[in-house]
């Protein structure tokens, strides 16, 4: 199983950025699947989760109501719509897959699988 994430870039204060994570190996509809970022010297923190059928999702209070994760089984890819961004968003954002496909966890410990990471620059 492996997932490639996609869509980082530099963006302005109040820009947006669609993030794609794309799994193969098996189908996505098999997973629960998450996002979460990291900067230099800090631990992974949770950015938003969703159950298999994406009928379900959570959001951590410090993205809520700017962001929103997605997906489209039938595209294996799970997405990450980015709105409102400020600078401290600036991270490495990762996706992770969990076997537990009604896992909507913000632990990271809890996810099988990662991306490589895309990284998001938002300037001032």
């Known amino acids: 199983v492996q997932l490639q994430a996609s869509g980082g870039g530099l963006v302005q204060v109040g820009g947006s950025l669609r993030l794609s994570c794309t799994i193969s190996?098996?189908?996505?509809?098999?997973?629960?699947t998450a996002w979460f970022r990291q900067t230099s010297g800090k631990e992974r923190e949770f950015v938003a989760a969703?159950?298999?059928?994406?009928?379900?999702?959570s959001t951590a209070d410090s993205v809520k109501g700017r962001f929103s994760i997605s997906r489209d089984n039938a595209k294996n890819t799970v997405y990450l719509q980015m709105n409102g961004l400020k600078p401290e968003d600036t991270a490495a954002y990762y996706c992770?897959?969990?076997?537990?496909?009604?896992?909507?966890?913000?632990?990271?410990?809890?996810?099988?699988?990662w991306g490589q990471g895309t990284l998001v620059t938002v300037s001032s």
């Open positions: 190996g098996r189908p996505l509809s098999s997973y629960g």
């Open positions: 992770a897959a969990s076997s537990h496909p009604y896992s909507g966890s913000s632990t990271p410990s809890d996810y099988d699988y």
């Open positions: 969703t159950v298999w059928s994406g009928t379900m999702t």
